[in-house]
Every structure is written in structure tokens, then in C-alpha cells.
């Protein structure tokens, strides 16, 4: 059982390129969420999806930020025109349907220089 | 809106201490509350309550709830090393029961 897989581990991006960060939820799992850490914050929900569907993206930035979670292949967060402030660590979970305990991967850390 | 509160934001102990890391909560219609450990990187899920006074227990690790208090409370007996890290704690919050708010969490480590 691999667990929850991001990737890439660390992501440096200039200011104005596009950040795409993937996810693979646990086997088993058809609920993925976002989270971002920023430094000395918590953990802040930002948006929650199942196959094909987004069901919740009320924490997502309204521009720039986008998500999927496609029929085939992994999760998808999209960050377009990135910018010093998006640096952050983000984390994607993965659930089955009537869990509470989300199971973490080990984040992407996104660098904006 | 949601909050979670935890004390202290970070603690410095001894191997073989015992430790109580406390999280405060305010939420509408509470559903659970989760306890997480953060090493360096993915949060591991430690505990679920969702009962008043019913303590739960892992190991060295016990948790417990207080519902009309607004508070739970993590212990750690003879602490090790190992148990150094971030711990987390979280509620689905907004009537929902996957979307989490976590505190900002307690910083943890154990000296030799």
C-alpha cells in the first residue's frame, strides 16, 4: 500500500510560471483534498474533489488556482502566474467516502523565486 | 467562524518526561476531533474522538475529549527521541466532515 504520492517533492518556480503539482490518493481512496501550509501558519483547506468532480473549493483562491481530479491519472493543482506569496508547502489527503482521518502525502514544498 | 487553539506552541522536554499538549476548539455542529504527528513531512494520523471522557490510547500516546469544555488533551508517558515532531490538531469544520481546520500546532522535542 503506497499511500497517499505527491510529487514533485520540491518545486522551484520563477514569478509568472506555472506550477502543477500531482497527487495519486491511496488505493482505494475517491477523495482528494488540498491543503497548504504556509510558514508559521496551520494547515488551511483550499478544495475538495472526486473523480471528475469538484466538491468543495471554497478555500481556493478565486484567481490563479485551479484543481482536477481526472477520471484517469492523478490529482492536479494548478497554480498559473505564480507569485513570491504562493510559496508554501502543499499537501494533498485522500479518504474514503465516510472518513473523517484524511491520509496525508508528504507534501510538495513550492519555492517562488 | 472555525477555530482550533492549541498550547503551548512549542515545548522543550527530557527523555522519559511526560507531556500534555492541549487543543481548544470552536466550531459549529462538531462532529470529531483529530490528532495528527508531523516529522518532516506527512502529517500521520494519530487519534479520532468523538465521545466525551472516553479516553483513547496508542502505545505511550493517550488522548482524550471534553465536549462541554471545548477542549481535548494529548499525552505523551516516557517520552523518546523519536517522539520530537509537530503535533496537529484538527476539526471538520463548517457542518462538514472533510474539511479540516487545523491549529497551527505544538512544536515538540524531546532531548537525549
Known amino acids: 500500500n503506497a499511500g497517499v504520492m505527491q510529487n514533485p517533492r520540491h518545486l522551484v518556480r520563477r514569478r509568472g510560471q506555472e506550477a502543477r503539482l500531482r497527487c495519486s490518493p491511496m488505493?482505494?481512496?475517491?477523495?482528494v483534498y488540498w491543503y497548504r501550509q504556509l510558514p508559521e501558519e496551520g494547515l488551511k483547506f483550499m478544495v475538495y474533489l472526486q473523480k471528475e468532480n469538484i466538491i468543495d473549493e471554497s478555500g481556493m483562491p478565486k484567481e490563479r488556482f485551479s484543481a482536477e481530479f481526472p477520471k484517469e491519472g492523478p490529482s492536479i493543482l494548478r497554480i498559473q502566474q505564480v507569485v513570491r506569496g504562493d510559496s508554501a508547502a502543499y499537501f494533498c489527503?485522500?479518504?474514503?467516502?465516510?472518513?473523517?482521518?484524511?491520509?496525508f502525502g508528504s507534501g510538495t514544498r513550492l519555492t517562488v523565486v | 467562524e472555525d477555530k482550533v487553539v492549541q498550547s503551548p506552541l512549542s515545548l522543550v522536554v527530557h527523555e522519559g518526561d511526560t507531556v500534555t499538549l492541549n487543543c481548544s476548539y470552536e466550531?459549529?455542529?462538531?462532529?470529531?476531533l483529530l490528532w495528527y504527528k508531523q516529522e518532516k513531512k506527512a502529517p500521520t494520523f494519530l487519534f479520532m474522538l468523538t465521545s466525551s471522557g472516553i479516553e483513547k490510547k496508542s502505545g505511550r500516546l493517550s488522548s482524550i475529549l471534553d465536549k462541554k469544555e471545548l477542549f481535548s488533551i494529548l499525552n505523551i508517558t516516557a517520552t523518546q527521541t523519536g517522539d520530537s515532531a509537530v503535533y496537529l490538531c484538527a476539526v471538520p469544520s463548517g457542518g462538514s466532515n472533510y474539511k479540516l481546520t487545523f491549529g497551527k500546532g505544538t512544536l515538540l522535542t524531546v532531548n537525549p
Open positions: 488505493k482505494g481512496h475517491s477523495h
Open positions: 466550531v459549529t455542529n462538531f462532529r470529531s
Open positions: 489527503a485522500s479518504s474514503p467516502p465516510t472518513r473523517e482521518a484524511h491520509t
